[in-house]
């Protein structure tokens, strides 16, 4: 158990729809990651987040967003939904950026 | 962004064998991490290589990092069903602490 929580585990969801996928980071940890793993693409980050405030973006679509809490929790938004955002949705934290990130179960979610 | 090329991709041996596993990369990084992810879970960081050079053991499993810093390999000395899993290399792109993976060597060890 690495610490680190993610919700829901599993969901199955239609094309076009919005979902929200939740993250708490480990006690003490201020930095949250999130990854999208696909099959053919592999895990690929897409935005991370440091105490509240964004730090880095990699491959994220303009259809995501997401935000860091005070509470430090973070959320993921996917919208307007294709078959291919089907994928395995991971977060992940760090105490400081740059540190040993530890990943949460992952949400896996499935687009009809 | 810069990459991380695995192989191979599949890999299915016998209890018992020994196995090599390699992380490839034409860019420098200043350190490269290895993880183990099972089905159903997310990765778990196994050992992170600064050094080039370096060797870090870990009960039955080597790994090196390469002198140059571009490259990796993780050996596995009589292999055990529970070594099954997804072996991914990972380290930061390009400075920064976004990890990039490589898309990882699936082993499978049978009893």
């Known amino acids: 158990d690495s610490g680190v929580t993610q919700t829901p585990k599993h969901l199955i969801t239609a094309t076009g729809q919005r979902v929200t996928l939740r993250c708490s980071p480990r006690s003490g940890d201020l930095s949250v990651y999130w990854y999208q793993q696909s099959l053919d693409q592999g895990l690929q980050f897409l935005i991370h987040?440091?105490?509240?405030?964004?730090?880095a973006k990699g491959n994220i679509l303009e259809r995501f967003s997401a935000q860091q809490f005070p509470d430090l929790h973070s959320e993921l938004n996917l919208s307007s939904l294709e078959l291919g955002d089907s994928a395995l949705y991971f977060c992940?934290?760090?105490?400081?950026?740059?540190?040993?990130?530890?990943f949460g179960p992952g949400t896996r979610l499935l687009v009809l | 962004t810069q990459l991380l090329e695995q192989s191979p991709q599949f890999l299915s041996i016998q209890e018992g064998e020994n196995l090599t596993v390699y992380c490839n990369s034409s860019?420098?990084?200043?350190?490269l991490q290895w993880y183990r992810q099972e089905p159903g879970e997310g990765p778990v960081l196994l050992v992170t290589v600064v050094t080039g050079g370096e060797v870090k053991k870990l009960k039955r499993l080597t790994f090196q990092f390469g002198d140059a810093r571009k490259d990796s390999s993780l050996h596995i000395t009589a292999a055990q069903p529970g070594d099954t899993g997804l072996y991914l290399c990972a380290g930061p792109d390009s400075g920064n602490t976004p990890l990039v993976f490589g898309k990882g060597t699936r082993l499978s060890v049978i009893a």
């Open positions: 860019s420098v990084f200043s350190s």
């Open positions: 992940a934290s760090s105490v400081v950026p740059g540190g040993t990130q530890y």
């Open positions: 987040y440091y105490n509240g405030e964004e730090r």
